[in-house]
């Protein structure tokens, strides 16, 4: 059962803004559930990139200033986004949320309980 639908995901140039959409369904509801987005490079592991909880707010793991990835959500339709901005093409790679119970963020992938189909985001020069 999908838990968790990812979409946005796609090819752009450098320089451009991106938003990936997560949706939840079933038990998966973000007043209670933290949303993490991480993101994997070939060979690579995942890595934390942001997460956003109801108690916690918004935490970056990358690019921390001036911020180019935020995270944001709506809990009326129980979607988290990542906005991206001023892609560069290193930051090519596949991007996952992923949900975990209760009210703050982590950044280990192992932490997390639920996870997105992943999307590919291939940004060019």
């Known amino acids: 059962q999908v838990r968790l639908v990812e979409s946005g995901g796609g090819s752009v140039q450098s320089g451009d803004s991106l938003t990936l959409s997560c949706t939840a369904f079933d038990d998966i509801d973000l007043n209670h559930w933290a949303i993490g987005w991480f993101r994997q490079f070939p060979g690579k592991e995942r890595e934390a990139v942001s997460c956003?909880?109801?108690?916690?707010?918004?935490?970056k793991y990358v690019d921390k200033e001036p911020g180019r990835f935020t995270s944001t959500r709506d809990v009326a339709n129980n979607t988290a986004y990542l906005q991206m901005k001023s892609l560069i093409p290193e930051d090519t790679a596949t991007y996952y949320c992923?949900?975990?119970?209760?009210?703050?963020?982590?950044?280990?992938?192992?932490?997390?309980?639920?996870w997105g189909q992943g999307l590919q985001v291939t940004v060019s020069s």
């Open positions: 992923a949900a975990r119970r209760g009210y703050v963020c982590a950044k280990y992938v192992s932490q997390y309980d639920v």
């Open positions: 956003i909880a109801t108690v916690e707010g918004t935490s």
